[in-house]
């Protein structure tokens, strides 16, 4: 639900709705496998100001799937995990986003992050096949990682 521009309070900052985007990730393996979700190309915390220190998530989050945000904090129940600290924790440094499924499209918005000071009132919508083919393929990749020796994780 959306309130229209004429009821929305002049304290409540506009949401900046974008067109439907193409979904996609990365993959940092140095001595460990991470992961950093793509809009178009771009890096989606990029998109937010998250540092980019701060934009990937250790493969250790999604041995289970898509790692929720109440996994890490129950205030976050509802909410999904799009990045955490450089450190590896989710605890600090950790960004999150509501989001809606539709059926065919999903929508990620209200994003928070621990690494900003002002938070990003953008929402994107992507397509529902996009999502769940990127969490299928990192949570896969996640375990074939998981199952390798310390020196093979650690390939330079």
């Known amino acids: 639900w959306t309130r229209s521009a004429a009821l929305r309070s002049p304290l409540t900052p506009a949401v900046r709705r974008l067109p ?7 993959t ?3 001595c460990g496998l991470s992961f950093e979700w793509l809009l178009d190309g771009q890096s989606l915390p990029g998109l937010l100001g998250v540092p980019e220190a701060d934009r990937y998530m250790p493969y ?3 041995l289970h799937g898509l790692p929720s945000g109440a996994s890490i904090d129950e205030e976050d ?3 999904i995990l799009i990045a955490a600290c450089s450190c590896g924790e989710t605890g600090c ?3 999150t986003a509501s989001i809606t ?3 065919a499209r999903i929508t990620l918005s209200a994003f928070f992050s621990d690494s900003l000071d002002t938070q990003a009132e953008l929402e994107f919508t992507v397509s529902a096949a996009d999502f769940h083919r ?3 393929t990192m949570a896969d990749a996640a375990r074939t990682h998981h199952g390798l020796s310390d020196s093979e994780r650690c390939t330079p």
């Open 134 to 136: 990127c969490v299928a």
């Open 93 to 95: 440094g950790r960004t």
């Open 20 to 26: 439907m985007r193409s979904l996609a990730f990365r």
């Open 28 to 30: 940092n393996a140095s």
């Open 101 to 103: 499924d539709t059926g």
């Open 60 to 62: 250790s989050l999604w």
């Open 77 to 79: 129940e509802g909410r």
